[in-house]
């Protein structure tokens, strides 16, 4: 297979970027756009479609959709909308997520409804009206959001780590049944990253310390020695979307700076 250059090798392409009007989802679906990608940002305010407006503004090809990823009736339609203005659809990314704290007696049960919604049930509902799209297509990449908290968490953060395994296994799922369809599926499991929603949980447990004073706390047992950054995340995204990544499908790809492996023992 003939590869494109890196800088343009999504010319000709969509992708459906679901939480892509901050953070992480934010930073990838600018760098698809970047190397020449159709994109649909999905969010869940009206800021998403300023967000869009930016991305045009710069001569970028994207739309702005918001609403509840978590209501099939959303999804639908954005899906719909997607393949209506940019003509079909080729990568899924799944990175939209809350991240409730509180452990298994302070979470309560609206708390992980809610959680599950957001984190697994919006992902569900992208595939499940997304994949037909991938197969007319002849194919194509989805790549999911979860965490090193799927595997090793730390106290106070229930609902969260546990959708995040959640993702995990969905992620397998896809590959397995889908690879007949030539359609691809990887999990990124993402460490400390300096987005709204790390900066958010920063101050919900800073006990008064700023936020830069959390993140150095966060800093330390990561091996690198700091955060990461969106981008950095996006860059695997797009390597994951990218025929680069061709014989990839059922993986997870952590990119934590060293955290998980400095904390094991053996």
């Not at 090798?9 to 939480?19: D, H, I, P, W, Y």
Request: hydrophobic fraction near 45%; glycine fraction near 10%.
């Amino acid at each position: 297979m003939k590869l494109l250059p890196v800088e343009r090798e999504f010319e000709g392409r969509t992708a459906f970027v679901l939480g892509g009007s901050s953070g992480i989802g934010l930073a990838t679906a600018r760098l698809l756009a970047e190397r020449g990608a159709s994109v649909a940002i999905v969010g869940h305010a009206d800021d998403t479609l300023i967000v869009a407006k930016e991305f045009t503004d710069d001569g970028l090809k994207a739309v702005g959709l918001f609403g509840d990823a978590s209501q099939s009736a959303f999804v639908s339609h954005a899906i719909d909308r997607t393949v209506q203005t940019f003509g079909g659809l080729d990568i899924l990314v799944c990175s939209a997520a809350i991240h409730p704290v509180g452990d298994v007696l302070e979470t309560d049960e609206a708390t992980w409804d809610r959680t599950f919604a957001v984190n697994v049930k919006s992902m569900y509902l992208a595939c499940h009206y997304g994949v037909p799209h991938l197969i007319a297509s002849q194919g194509g990449s989805i790549i999911t959001v979860a965490s090193v908290q799927a595997t090793s968490n730390t106290p106070g953060v229930c609902a969260y780590a546990t959708t995040k395994g959640a993702i995990v296994t969905f992620t397998h799922t896809l590959a397995v049944d889908l690879a007949k369809h030539n359609i691809r599926a990887n999990t990124i499991c993402p460490g400390s990253i300096i987005t709204p929603m790390q900066e958010h949980f920063a101050k919900a447990n800073g006990n008064g310390r700023s936020v830069e004073e959390m993140y150095r706390e966060f800093a330390k047992p990561v091996p690198l020695g700091r955060l990461g950054h969106a981008w950095e995340i996006a860059e695997l995204a797009a390597f994951l979307a990218s025929p680069r990544s061709g014989f990839c499908t059922g993986a997870q790809f952590t990119a934590d700076g060293g955290l998980l492996a400095g904390l094991r023992i053996f």
